[in-house]
């Protein structure tokens, strides 16, 4: 935000132009609010790191982002395949690449039916909440849930319902005054690094009937067996109904992966199988 604001300014200097008023207002709205909530005194803004200096805000939590072996992978297989067919992935049917094969891999390793590769998990958590939501449903997210799934939420034109950081016993009561929802958290909690008490949250949301959303971010390839996630560790694959991987932290590459285990898709849509 801060390199717009600046970039804005130089442009309209050379131009001789003043920027429109509502423009100028929206991005000096945008910076103080920045400014106030992260970057006075916050670490964002913090010393840059001296030789020897232990970093602490990674999420390359494999130590793989500078792996040769990977890299050479990615060249081979861009050398093989380019970037295959430039166009939305809902034009192409019965494909059998790279990428295919890749959302096969990933829902075996994550005990899913099926997967899908999307751009960012921001794309990911984004449009799954899209897909599923109708307006009239409310969505039940931890109050520390990542933004894109409040943002999913905003794109649905649903109502959130948030309830207390990692609390069942909150959700129960929204759910006990609002019926029926999706109930929305995070494996691990990128603000605190808290762990989801995932089977208290997946027995409650049971008792009424709700659809599960459990986004493993952070917890993908940090926990479970072959660093298949929180859902996995715990045993609730077969419990939980769409998991949700932004391959930004632990794969230290882009993109995301949005996995379901009882979905099946039928000609007239998504139904949900248990
Ligand atoms: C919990 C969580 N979900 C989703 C995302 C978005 O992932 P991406 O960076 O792949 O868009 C992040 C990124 O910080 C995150 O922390």
Request: proline letters at 4%; a positive charge; charged letters at 20%.
């Amino acid at each position: 935000m801060q390199y717009l604001h600046e970039k804005l300014c130089a442009d309209f200097a050379v131009s001789g132009n003043r920027e429109p008023d509502f423009l100028k207002r929206r991005v000096d709205q945008s910076m103080l609010s920045c400014g106030e909530r992260h970057w006075l005194g916050h670490t964002l803004r913090g010393q840059a790191p001296h030789s020897g200096s232990v970093q602490m805000r990674t999420n390359d939590y494999l130590s793989i982002a500078r792996n040769l072996r990977i890299a050479n992978a990615e060249i081979k297989a861009l050398q093989a395949q380019g970037h295959g067919e430039a166009i939305s992935q809902v034009f192409v049917h019965d494909r059998l690449d790279q990428h295919r094969a890749f959302e096969r891999r990933f829902a075996q390793l994550m005990r899913a039916e099926d997967a899908v590769l999307c751009m960012s998990g921001y794309c990911a958590n984004t449009g799954l909440l899209q897909a599923i939501t109708a307006p009239e449903t409310p969505v039940f997210l931890d109050i520390r849930a990542h933004a894109s799934l409040w943002e999913g939420v905003a794109a649905a034109r649903a109502t959130a319902r948030p309830f207390m950081h990692n609390s069942p016993e909150h959700l129960e009561r929204q759910l006990r005054e609002h019926g029926p929802g999706i109930v929305v958290v995070d494996a691990v909690y990128s603000t605190n690094g808290a762990l989801c008490p995932l089977a208290d949250i997946v027995a409650v949301a049971e008792r009424y009937g709700c659809v599960i959303v459990v986004d493993e971010t952070h917890s993908f390839g940090a926990q479970g067996p072959r660093g298949a996630g929180l859902t996995v560790a715990l045993g609730l694959a077969d419990r939980v109904h769409f998991r949700t991987v932004g391959l930004s932290k632990a794969v230290a590459s882009r993109g995301a992966s949005s996995s379901d285990r009882p979905v099946t898709w039928s000609s007239s849509g998504m139904k949900l199988t248990r």
